[in-house]
Antibody, heavy 119, light 107 residues
Framework: EVQLLESGGGLVQPGGSLRLSCAASGFTFSNSAMSWVRQAPGKGLEWVSAISGSDVTTYYANSVKGRFTISRDNSENMLYLQMNSLRAEDTALYYC????????????WGQGTLVTVSS | DIQMTQSPSSLSASVGDRVTITCRASQSVSRYLNWFQQKPGKAPELLIYLASGLQSGVASRFSGSGSGTDFALTISSLQPEDYATYYCQQSYTTPPTFGQGTKVEIE
């Protein structure tokens, strides 16, 4: 059974940092590209970042480029999102999602971890 | 970035109704179009991939069609468990982009 379990969310002040984690199980983690997708309260879905299975290639939304860093540890089946210089508009539920084929056929999502940026 | 526009933004329908949601891309995405269902308080679930492929485990009353810039998600006979928000997403290019969502409510 595929499982994705996010953690690391919380309340942080503007300008602060947070590191999200996603523990994966039930599939061959190193074979799957992974993404982070966020959803602001009451709003739609926004893709944030993606990383290849081999950890060689990464992509970012313009809204987070230069502030967020995606990484993974295939030996531990873990996905990470380091978030720096956080802004109020980064407040959202952050989901990790696995790709079933290619980069963005997101065929399984975790339940999300909530990030709140507020003073 | 490719803009995805869904119609309508919300709709009310009864159990048993045939429901169609449309999605238009600002430029061609070939058939790289996916549909997701999201229920309140839950993560999105993939329903349809590559415009018309039915994801494993998804009920056959869901179907997708289209190519290029115009796509549709059809629920042939709406069931109580189908009340949710539906999103289209293009996976043709980076960044992948989502439609704004269509909320399907009980009439």
């Amino acid at each position: 059974e595929v499982q994705l379990l996010e953690s690391g969310g919380g309340l942080v002040q503007p300008g602060g940092s947070l590191r999200l984690s996603c523990a994966a199980s039930g599939f061959t983690f190193s074979n799957s590209a992974m993404s982070w997708v966020r959803q602001a309260p009451g709003k739609g879905l926004e893709w944030v970042s993606a990383i290849s299975g081999s950890d060689v290639t990464t992509y970012y939304a313009n809204s987070v480029k230069g502030r967020f860093t995606i990484s993974r540890d295939n030996s531990e089946n873990m996905l990470y999102l380091q978030m720096n210089s956080l802004r109020a508009e980064d407040t959202a539920l952050y989901y990790c999602a696995k790709s079933g084929s290619g980069w963005y056929r997101l065929d399984f999502w975790g339940q999300g971890t909530l990030v709140t940026v507020s003073s | 970035d490719i803009q995805m526009t869904q119609s309508p933004s919300s709709l009310s329908a009864s159990v048993g109704d045939r429901v169609t949601i449309t999605c238009r891309a600002s430029q061609s995405v070939s058939r790289y179009l996916n549909w997701f269902q999201q229920k309140p308080g839950k993560a999105p679930e993939l329903l349809i991939y590559l415009a018309s492929g039915l994801q494993s485990g998804v009920a056959s009353r869901f179907s997708g069609s289209g190519s290029g810039t115009d796509f549709a998600l059809t629920i042939s006979s709406l069931q109580p468990e189908d009340y949710a928000t539906y999103y289209c997403q293009q996976s043709y290019t980076t960044p992948p982009t989502f439609g704004q969502g269509t909320k399907v409510e009980i009439e």
